[in-house]
Every structure is written in structure tokens, then in C-alpha cells.
């Protein structure tokens, strides 16, 4: 069984930074891709970032331009770096493995408020 694990949320006022990381029990390389998803109080879970095992990313156009997906392949470990933060990124941040079998975290809440 494949473990992500998340960790990095918290509280941080409007404006502000945070970065999350994805720690995976089994070499990220083998799966096509590896996402970065949240959901907030009441609403669906959204896709926010992909990055492929190929070096392509994609970012759902909320946080283009704000927010940075990138992979560390030889630590198995994926990061999503959160800038200029607003309130309407309050949610749990969940990472995802893409593969044959899909593979999820646990989640880890952000919160931005003043």
C-alpha cells in the first residue's frame, strides 16, 4: 500500500506564504503524475496543480501565477508552493498520485484569514 503523506498547512494572514509538501512511500517516478487538490467547507474538491513525471505542470487558472507545483523525484517528495494566499484558498489540500491506481493523502488544512 502507497502512503502520501502531507504536511506545511496552517494559518497565515491574506498575502502571506505557505509551502506544502507530499512525502510518498514508493518512488513518485512510477506514477504518470502526481496533483495537488483541495476542498473547502461545502464545496468540491478542485484540482489546483499537476506535475508529470515528464516535467509538465498545470494549474487550474485560481492559482496561476500564485502557486508553484514541483517534484523532487529522488526524495519522492512533491511540493506546492502557495503565494500572495487569499481568503478563497482556505481548504484542505490533499496530494494525489496518478497511476494505474490512484493514490491519496490524508490532507492538510490551510487557512488564510485575517
Known amino acids: 500500500q502507497v502512503q502520501l503523506v502531507e504536511s506545511g498547512g496552517g494559518w497565515v494572514q491574506p498575502g502571506g506564504s505557505l509551502r506544502l509538501s507530499c512525502v510518498v512511500s514508493?518512488?513518485?517516478?512510477?506514477?504518470?503524475?502526481m496533483a495537488w487538490h483541495r476542498q473547502a467547507p461545502g464545496k468540491q474538491r478542485e484540482l489546483v496543480a499537476t506535475?508529470?513525471?515528464?516535467?509538465?505542470?498545470h494549474y487550474a487558472d485560481s492559482v496561476k501565477g500564485r502557486f508553484t507545483i514541483s517534484r523532487d523525484d529522488a526524495k519522492n517528495t512533491v511540493y506546492l508552493q502557495m503565494n500572495r494566499l487569499k481568503p478563497e484558498d482556505t481548504a484542505v489540500y490533499y496530494c494525489?498520485?496518478?497511476?494505474?491506481?490512484?493514490?491519496w493523502g490524508r490532507g492538510t488544512q490551510v487557512t488564510v484569514s485575517s
Open positions: 494525489n498520485a496518478w497511476g494505474q491506481t490512484d493514490y
Open positions: 506535475a508529470t513525471s515528464g516535467g509538465s505542470t
Open positions: 514508493r518512488n513518485i517516478f512510477s506514477f504518470h503524475a
